[in-house]
C-alpha cells in the first residue's frame, strides 16, 4: 500500500511544474499542450486515488498498530526456535511440505531420502559396538 501511495504522491509531484506555465495566456495549440493536458489528466487520476486509498490506508495503520505487541511478543517467543530449525533444515527447497500426523507430530519429509549409512553402528577399538 505504501508503495501505492508514494508512486501517486510522486507522479503527482511531478506533474505540479506543468501548473506552473502561464494558463491565462492564448497560446497556439502545439505538441506541448497535448503533454500538459495528459499531465493534468494523470495529476486528477492520482488525486482522485489518494482520495479512495486514504480510509484503507488509515485502516491499516490501525491494524498494524494493534498487532505490533503480538507480533513482537512472536518474535521474541519463536525466533530462538526457528533459528535452531534452520540450523538443522540445510535447504527448506529439498523438503516436502510439512505433515501433521494423527497424533499431532510434524514431519517434515525430504523430497530426496538420505542414502543409507554403510556402517550403522560404528564399532570401538576393542570389538564392542556402541548401541
Known amino acids: 500500500m505504501k508503495h501505492v501511495l508514494a ?4 507522479s503527482a509531484l511531478l506533474a505540479q511544474p506543468a501548473l506552473a506555465n502561464d494558463q491565462g495566456a492564448e497560446q497556439p495549440k502545439t505538441e506541448e499542450e497535448g503533454f500538459s493536458l495528459m499531465e493534468e489528466g494523470a495529476r486528477l487520476f492520482f488525486r482522485g486515488i489518494m ?35 534452520m540450523g538443522k533444515v540445510d535447504d527448506i527447497t529439498m523438503y516436502h511440505p510439512p505433515e501433521l500426523l494423527p497424533n499431532g507430530d510434524i514431519i517434515l519429509r525430504r523430497k530426496q531420502p538420505l542414502p543409507p549409512e554403510t556402517d550403522p553402528l560404528p564399532e570401538k577399538e576393542d570389538g564392542q559396538i556402541d548401541l
Open 7 to 10: 508512486t501517486a504522491l510522486t
Open 51 to 85: 482520495q479512495e486509498m486514504e480510509p484503507a490506508l488509515e485502516d491499516l495503520q490501525d491494524l498494524t498498530e494493534e498487532m505490533e505487541p503480538a507480533l513482537r511478543q512472536f518474535a521474541q517467543e519463536m525466533g530462538p526456535a526457528l533459528r535452531d530449525l
